[in-house]
């Protein structure tokens, strides 16, 4: 079972950014399409962008402008760049791969997440 670690999260003010990695345990993001996901308090979990394996993006129309998803092959890991940030932006971010790009289900098991929050 590939294991995914994220990170990079943390606590910044309004209009800030923040760029979250998403790490595997072996060599794994370059043969599925890939995306990440997050988690505010009280919510569902929701889809934010997504990446396939042929390198074409999706994003939820809440980040799109403001979010890009990205990959490194060589590193096996999956970012997320986040500018303009807002406080609705305030959750806990998961990268999974995805059982397919119509459901944007996940296929993997859940990480622990990495916390941002936007606040001043």
């Known amino acids: 079972q590939v294991q995914l670690v994220e990170s990079g999260g943390g606590l910044v003010q309004p209009g800030g950014s923040l760029r979250l990695s998403c790490a595997a345990s072996r060599r794994f993001f370059r043969d599925y399409g890939m995306g990440w996901y997050r988690q505010a308090p009280g919510k569902q979990r929701e889809w934010v962008a997504s990446?396939?394996?042929?390198?074409?993006?999706n994003y939820a129309p809440f980040v799109k402008g403001r979010f890009t998803i990205s990959r490194d092959n060589a590193k096996n890991t999956l970012n997320l760049q986040m500018n303009s940030l807002k406080p609705d932006d305030t959750a806990v971010y998961y990268c999974?791969?995805?059982?397919?790009?119509?459901?944007?289900?996940?296929?993997?098991?859940w990480g622990q997440g990495t916390q941002v929050t936007v606040s001043s």
């Open positions: 999974n791969a995805l059982q397919d790009y119509i459901t944007l289900r996940p296929l993997l098991s």
């Open positions: 990446l396939s394996a042929e390198g074409w993006t």
